[in-house]
Structures are given as C-alpha cells and as structure tokens.
C-alpha cells in the first residue's frame, strides 16, 4: 500500500478534465512564485480556477470497492475488494452519462467542498488519514467511522429555486441506482449476473471490454421510467457501424414516443502491443478534452481506473482501489460523501495498460452524426500513416457479413457476442 500525500499539478500547463479546461496561472503574475516548478492545489487558492477545478472534480461520481455488502448470489462474497476494480470503472463511466443526460456537463454538487473542509491541509492530509484509518480498520477487523452527513432535508432547504431541486434529486437518484444490492438497476449484483451470460462470475477477473457489453446489457434491461430514452452501443471489432447506432437512438418502446434516444457509444480499443504505444497519446488527449466524452475505462495491468483528463502527459483518474463500508441506498436520506472522490490522482500515460474502453455521450441522432464526424477527424490526424484506432462506419454491420446478434429473452447474449466477449476476456486483439 502506497499512499501519496499529494498530486502535484504545475502551474504552467492547462489541466483538462471531461471536456473543461482549467489553468492554474497565478491570478497576479508579479506574486513571488514558490522555488518548485510543481505546486499542490491546495497550497495556492489564489491560483487561477483551481476551486472550479476542484468542484467539478469532486462532483463527479465516484464508485470504489465495498464491504459488508448483501451477499451475491452463487457466492458467499459480500464484498469485491481485490476484484470487482473494473465494474466499479465502468460503473463511474455509466454514472457520468447519466450525469451528462440527466443534469448536463455544467452541473456541479453544490455542497462538493463541504466534503472537506478547505483549509490548506485537508485536500489531501486528511484523505490520507482517511485511506490509512480504513486500511488499518481492513487489518484490524473494525469498522471505519461515518463522516457527518450531509442531509437530503438540509441540502434541499439551502437551494433557491426548483432548478437546482429537481438536479439534487437526480444527483441522488443516479448514485441510487449504483448502490451494492440486488435490486438497484447498475449495481455490483446486477453486473454480476449479466456477467455470468459471459462466463464470468462474482470474483472473477474482468476486462475493460467484457465491461462494456454488461454496461450495455444493464442499461438495456432497465426498466425505470427515466431510463427509457438512453441506450448504450459497443463498437464491434473497433468499428461504430453508424446505421446500428442510430437504429438504436430510433426504437421507443412507447410507440407514440418520436423522441431519439441519447446513446453512450462504447468502444474497447487496444492503445500498443505488450505495452501502451505512446503515439496514441495526443488521441487519447483529444478525446478526453470532448465535453460529451464521458471517460475511459483503463488502468495499469490488472489494476482498473477511471480516466476523466489530463495535465501535459499525466493521466488524472479516479481510483476505486479504496475500500468502504456499505452504505443502503434505499434509506431516504442516505449519506453522499462516500459517492465522491475529494482528491485527483495523477499517472504517466506511459504506465497506462494497452487495453481499455473509450466512452462518448450522445444526446440525439444529430448528435452522434456531428460526433461521429469530430471524432473521425480526430482518428485521422492522431493515425499518422498506420490504421486509426477504430473508425466509423455508414451502415449497418450485417451489410458487412456479420452474423446478427439478436437474442433471446433467456439468453441475454447472443452465441456471436459470446464467442466476442470470451476473446476479449483473454485481451487478445488482432493488431493491425
């Protein structure tokens, strides 16, 4: 277990995260600047937009392994410490679509910085504290203590206008749907057992593309109310076939409903060889700098984190790798701290493992087209002269001589999207 005590972050260089850019320039440039080229957000406030900074990076949803969770079926786990790393990354990449559908890439926890206080040693001491207290707890068998909780009452008696109401319900709903039962839509229980239609079960390994068809399969047997005007597409075989994707937007269960659906265009791609090519970086800056970019499900090998930006060739990420009591998500008034991560990390690119899952948020047909369109302009200058990472494609993917993958009611997956999904649990890729 290392603990870092801080994420230096230079002054000099633009930090992007999901899209919005911050600069940490100091707001008077004649201020006598400290001796290191480096400087922690913490230390200086003054600096630029660094609290905008830190707001919407702590509002983001953040979803880490759980303990003392309902038992999953077929198992005795009640926890998925050590193993459930790559769920919990997809289910943070899920969470900032539905944020993104739900609330829009503005929006911003307005109680984010009352997660710790804002004096120059909380932003990262204290979370150390924290980190050191559950490890020590995990060895000791005893149970951390809550934080104090931020109540849905008091939060909803502060806010001004039925705005900002209405998006703190759907903030709580979206983390509703995350919670560790198995009951809730996107929880650990429920991923589990769209997984075991692969042949993985509870405990198991799984890969960041194996990730993407349970995200699709969840989000496609939804049955909320809310959740009928979203839909996720996997690229197949690193190809977006463009008639499938707007296929999808177009279906409506309710027949008298015209609305396109948004879609979350999922696509497993692999960044090298053995180890991640670092061609691909400026591609993977560009993507992550798209405000309908909702992250990338990647890591180091067989450790998973979710990419939400970056500073010059840095990774900034989420770390799920951090071990938290169950919190009931049912309980009317249930405490949000745990959902939301006060502190960046940050990771070279070259450390990154070559496979991973890239996510995009569409809100309509129109959307995806013009998206569709920036993104293959994006593949064509980061490609050089090799072949682009993958590509979008007009039609459908049977004009293509793929066999369909229509499934039936008892078997979720399809016997082609199973013989995909049992090759890329291996993380074998063909490299062109």
Known sequence: WVLKTKTYFSRNSPVLLLGKCYHFKYEDENKLLPARSGCTIEEHVIAGNVEEFRKDFISRIWLTYREEFPQIEG???????????????????????????????????????????????????????????????????????????????????????????????????????????????????????????????????????????????????????????????????????????????????????????????????????????????EFVKGILSLEYCVGIIGGKPKQSYYFAGFQDDSLIYMDPHYCQSFVDVSIKDFPLETFHCPSPKKMSFRKMDPSCTIGFYCRNVQDFKRASEEITKMLKISSKEKYPLFTFVNGHSRDYDFTSTTTKEEDLFSEDEKKRLKRFSTEEFVLL
């Open 75 to 281: 198992s005795a786990l009640t926890t998925d410490c050590g193993w459930g790393c790559t769920l919990r990354t997809g289910q943070m990449l899920l969470a900032q679509g539905l944020i993104l559908h739900f609330l829009g890439r503005a929006w911003t926890w307005p109680d984010a910085l009352n997660i710790e206080n804002s004096d120059s040693d909380s932003w990262t001491s204290h979370t150390v504290k924290k980190f050191t207290a559950s490890f020590e707890a995990s060895l000791s068998g005893e149970r951390e203590l809550n934080p104090p909780q931020i109540s849905l009452k008091e939060t909803l008696g502060r806010y001004s206008d039925d705005h900002e109401i209405r998006n703190e319900i759907y903030h709580r709903k979206i983390i509703s749907w995350f919670g560790d039962s198995p009951l809730t839509i996107f929880g650990l229980h429920q991923l589990i057992e769209y997984g075991k239609k692969s042949g993985k079960k509870a405990g198991d390994w799984y890969g960041p593309a194996v990730v993407a068809h349970i995200l699709r399969k969840a989000v496609e047997e939804a049955r909320h109310p809310d959740l009928q005007g979203i839909t996720i597409y996997v690229a197949q075989d690193c190809t977006v076939y463009s008639s499938d994707v707007i296929d999808k937007q177009c279906t409506s269960v309710a027949s008298n409903n015209t609305d396109d659906k948004a879609v979350i265009i999922l696509v497993p791609v692999r960044l090298g060889g053995e180890r991640t090519n670092i061609d691909y970086l």
